[in-house]
C-alpha cells in the first residue's frame, strides 16, 4: 500500500506537469514574478538592478501605471490618478519585439525590469499579505528551467513551484495518515486530496495560496509528531516549518494559537498540568514569540489593516460599501460574495459532497480517539475560517481558506477507513470511491477552479445564486480564449487588453503575428479581438457594456453551459441587430447645475427618454478650468469612453436607454461643469 500510495503522489506529479501547458495565470501574477526576480538577483548578484536594455513593450509597465486606458474593473476604474502607459498600436507584435531582446542578452523571463527593483519592494513595502519566499522559489525555477535549460515555457516554469508545493502537500498527508492512522486511510486521504478539482486547478497557478497550504500543513503535523514525541530534531523541523509559512503568508501567525489550543486539549501527555504538557507549551510559547516577532517586523502593513478588519465588519453589518472616485463617494448596494458566512458555503460546495461527509464522519470519530488530534484538527478549521472572515477582499471561492483542504482530505480519508473496517471487499469500496472523484475531476478538466457540487446546483446553480463569480473563475481560462485565437484568427490581427491592471495573459503564448496593445476602437469597429471575463454583474463602464451590448461573442469558454471568458471581434459583421441608425441631436434637452450630499453636479434632462450614444460637451479653452474627469451616473455610476478635442470632449455610451444623465465633477473648476452641451447622439 506504501508503494501504490507513492507510485499515485508520482503519477499526479507527471499529470500536472504535462497539464501546465492548459492553464493560464492569475491577473495577479506578473505583480509576483516580477517581485521574485528582483529578490532573486539581488540574492545571487548582490545588485539591486539588471543590467538591460531599455525594452519598447508596454508588458514593462512601472509601478503606479495602468496596463491600458480602458480598464473596466468597476472598483478600479474609478480609482483617482490613473498613470496610464504610452500606447502601442504598432508592428511588430510584443513577442517578437522580445525575441529581439534575447538575441542581445541570452534566453530571458518577460518579467524583469528596473522599475521593479529590490529598492521599490523594500522601500514600497509592497507585500502585504504574501511574503517573497514563493516568488524567489518560482523565479530560481524559472531560472533554471526556463532561461538556463529550456525545458518548459517562460510562465510555465515559474508555475512549477506550484506543482511541487501541491505535490509535497500530497506527500505530507499520505505520510501523516500512513503513520498515524494506517495504509488504507492513508491512501484515502490522498486519493480525497489529489483528486479535488479545485486544488488540482489552482496549483498550476496559484502560487501563493498553494506554496501556503503546503508550509501550514506541514508545520502543523510536523507539530503534532512533536507532541506524540519530543525530540530535539522535531524541534527545529517544527519551528523551521513555521517560520517558512509566515514568510509565504502573514496568516501563518494561526500557528500559534493552534498549537496551544492542542497543547491544552491534552493527550498522551496526561493533563495541561503534567510536566510534558508544560515542556511542549515552553517550545509553542517560544515558537510563538518568534513569529510574532517576526510578524511584526515583516508584516507591519498587516497591523495597518487592523483598521482595515473594522471597515470590514462595518460592512458586513449594513452591507453598503462605500467607495471613492476622485473625491466623489457612492453607497453601493450589490453584494458580489457572501461576506461573513462565504468560507463556509464556499467549503461545503467546492468539495465533493462525498469528501465532505467522510470528512464529517472521520472527525466525529477521531473525537474518541484522540483529544489533541481532534483539538488540532478543530482549531486548525475554525481559525481558518475565522481568518477568511476578515479578508478584505475575499476571492469568491475556497482559495481563501485553501489551508483547510488538507484537513478534509485527512478526515475524509480516516472516515471511509472506519466505515468500511468490517467490510471484505475494501478494495472495491477504495475504488468505487476514487473512480467516483476521478469522473468528477475528469468533468472539469482543465476549469476544476470552478467545480461546484449538487448542493450549489452544479456550476449553473453556482452562477444563478451568485456563488460563482468572475472573481471565482479568475483568468486562468484566457489562456483557452488565446489557443482558440492562435487557431481562428486571421494573420496579423490585433488583441485589445481591456481587462486588469496587469497582463493576465503573456505575449509568449500568442502567435507571431497576433500583435496585443492599445487597439480597442469602439464604435469605429476596427475588427480588434477582445478577451474578457464574463461578468455576471456587469461593470458599467463604457467597454464592457459596449462588447455585451453591440457584439455577438465569436468564442466562449464554459463550463457546463457557464460562460467563463469571452472573446469578441469588433467589427460590423458581428454586430447584433438594433442597433442601426445613428441622429444627431443639439437641442430637446434642458441642463440644471446643483448640489447634492454627493457634490457639484451638471444634469442634462432630455425631453422624452433615449438610447444614447454619445454627448458632446463644449469647453472651449482647457486651460481655464480642471481638465480631471468626473462620473457620470445613469441608472447606476458609470465611466464612459472620453474623446478629447482642442475645443470639446466627447463621451460615449453604449446605448444607455434614460431621459437624464447626471455628472458629477470632484472640483469646482471642473471643464465639464463649466461647459455647455454642444450635442448628443441618439439610436432610432
Known amino acids: 500500500m506504501k508503494y501504490v500510495g507513492l507510485g499515485v503522489i508520482l503519477l499526479v506529479f507527471l499529470a500536472s506537469l504535462m497539464s501546465l501547458r492548459w492553464y493560464g495565470m492569475r491577473a495577479e501574477n506578473p505583480f509576483l514574478f516580477l517581485r521574485g526576480q528582483s529578490f532573486l538577483h539581488a540574492v545571487t548578484s548582490g545588485q539591486g538592478g539588471f543590467v538591460q536594455p531599455r525594452l519598447p513593450s508596454p508588458v514593462f509597465f512601472v509601478p503606479g501605471q495602468r496596463i491600458s486606458s480602458y480598464n473596466f474593473h468597476e472598483k478600479e476604474a474609478r480609482l483617482a490618478g490613473k498613470k496610464l502607459i504610452v500606447e502601442i498600436r504598432d508592428y511588430p507584435s510584443l513577442q517578437n519585439l522580445f525575441k529581439e531582446y534575447e538575441k542581445k542578452t541570452g534566453r530571458q523571463s518577460l518579467y524583469k525590469h528596473n522599475a521593479w527593483s529590490l529598492d521599490f519592494f523594500l522601500l514600497e513595502k509592497a507585500n502585504s499579505r504574501f511574503g517573497p519566499v514563493n516568488d524567489v522559489f518560482s523565479s530560481g525555477l524559472n531560472k533554471i528551467f526556463y532561461e538556463k535549460l529550456g525545458l518548459v515555457g517562460d510562465t510555465e516554469a515559474y508555475f512549477l513551484a506550484g506543482v511541487i508545493f501541491f505535490t509535497l502537500t500530497a506527500l505530507v498527508i499520505f505520510t501523516f495518515a500512513l503513520k498515524i492512522f494506517g495504509r488504507l486511510a492513508a491512501l484515502l486521504s490522498l486519493t480525497s486530496f489529489v483528486l ?23 508545520a502543523l503535523l510536523a507539530f503534532y509528531f512533536y507532541y506524540l514525541n519530543p525530540t530535539r530534531k522535531r524541534t527545529v523541523f517544527f519551528i523551521v516549518l513555521s517560520l517558512l509559512a509566515l514568510a509565504s503568508n502573514s496568516a501563518a501567525i494561526l500557528i500559534f494559537p493552534i498549537t496551544v489550543i492542542t497543547v491544552l486539549a491534552g493527550g498522551p501527555g496526561g493533563s495541561p498540568h503534567s510536566r510534558s504538557v508544560k ?49 466623489v463617494s457612492q453607497l453601493s448596494s450589490k453584494k458580489t460574495h457572501y461576506q461573513g458566512i462565504g468560507p463556509v458555503i464556499y467549503l461545503l460546495t467546492q468539495v465533493p459532497v462525498v469528501t465532505i461527509l467522510a470528512a464529517g464522519v472521520g472527525l466525529a470519530l477521531l473525537f474518541n480517539r484522540s483529544k489533541s488530534l481532534f483539538a488540532l484538527f478543530f482549531a486548525w478549521i475554525t481559525l481558518s475560517v475565522s481568518k477568511a472572515y476578515f479578508i478584505l477582499t475575499p476571492s469568491d471561492s475556497i482559495r481563501d481558506i485553501f489551508e483547510l483542504l488538507p484537513v478534509v482530505a485527512i478526515g475524509a480519508g480516516y472516515g471511509i477507513a472506519n466505515v468500511i473496517k468490517s467490510v471484505r471487499a475494501k478494495t472495491v469500496v477504495v475504488l468505487v470511491y476514487s473512480v467516483a472523484l476521478l469522473i468528477i475531476f475528469l468533468n472539469y478538466l482543465p476549469n476544476g477552479n470552478v467545480y461546484f457540487n449538487f448542493l450549489a446546483g452544479g456550476p449553473k446553480g453556482a ?212 461647459s455647455r452641451v454642444e450635442s448628443f447622439e441618439t439610436l432610432n
Not at 479535488?196 to 497550504?213: K, L, Q, R, T, W
Not at 510559547?285 to 462595518?314: C, H, M, P, R, Y
Open 196 to 218: 479535488g478539482p479545485v486544488v488540482f486547478a489552482e496549483s498550476h497557478y496559484n502560487i501563493p495560496d498553494v506554496s501556503f497550504m503546503f508550509f501550514l500543513t506541514a
Open 279 to 327: 515542556k511542549r507549551l515552553v517550545l509553542v510559547a517560544a515558537a510563538g514569540l518568534l513569529q510574532v516577532t517576526l510578524f511584526v517586523f515583516f508584516w507591519s502593513d498587516s497591523l495597518k489593516g487592523i483598521v482595515g478588519i473594522f471597515n470590514n465588519i462595518l460592512h458586513i453589518t449594513i452591507g453598503s460599501p462605500v467607495y471613492l472616485f476622485q473625491g
Open 463 to 674: 452562477a444563478i445564486s451568485n456563488l460563482l463569480t468572475w472573481q471565482t473563475a479568475g483568468e486562468s481560462s484566457f489562456r483557452q480564449a488565446v489557443d482558440w485565437l492562435n487557431t481562428h484568427a486571421e494573420p496579423r490581427s490585433r488583441l485589445a487588453y481591456l481587462d486588469g491592471t496587469m497582463l493576465a495573459i503573456s505575449p509568449r503564448w500568442l502567435r507571431n503575428d497576433i500583435a496585443m496593445g492599445s487597439y480597442f476602437s469602439g464604435f469605429a469597429a476596427k475588427g480588434e479581438y477582445v478577451i474578457s471575463h464574463e461578468y455576471r454583474s456587469p461593470p458599467q463602464v463604457f467597454e464592457y457594456l459596449y462588447l455585451k451590448r453591440y457584439l455577438k461573442p465569436v468564442y466562449t469558454v464554459s463550463i457546463q453551459g457557464v460562460p467563463l471568458t469571452i472573446v469578441w471581434k469588433n467589427a460590423k459583421e458581428f454586430y447584433r441587430p438594433g442597433f442601426e441608425g445613428i441622429k444627431t441631436v443639439t437641442d430637446g434637452y434642458e441642463l440644471e447645475r446643483s448640489r447634492d450630499r454627493i457634490g457639484e453636479y451638471l444634469e442634462i434632462k432630455f425631453s422624452r427618454t433615449n438610447r444614447i450614444r454619445s454627448v458632446t460637451f463644449y469647453v472651449g479653452n482647457w486651460a481655464n478650468c480642471d481638465n480631471r474627469q468626473g462620473v457620470f451616473l445613469l441608472k447606476s455610476y458609470f465611466i464612459p469612453q472620453e474623446e478629447v478635442g482642442s475645443t470639446e470632449v466627447k463621451y460615449y455610451f453604449p446605448a444607455e436607454t434614460t431621459d437624464r444623465i447626471r455628472y458629477y465633477a470632484f472640483s469646482s473648476q471642473s471643464c465639464v461643469l463649466k
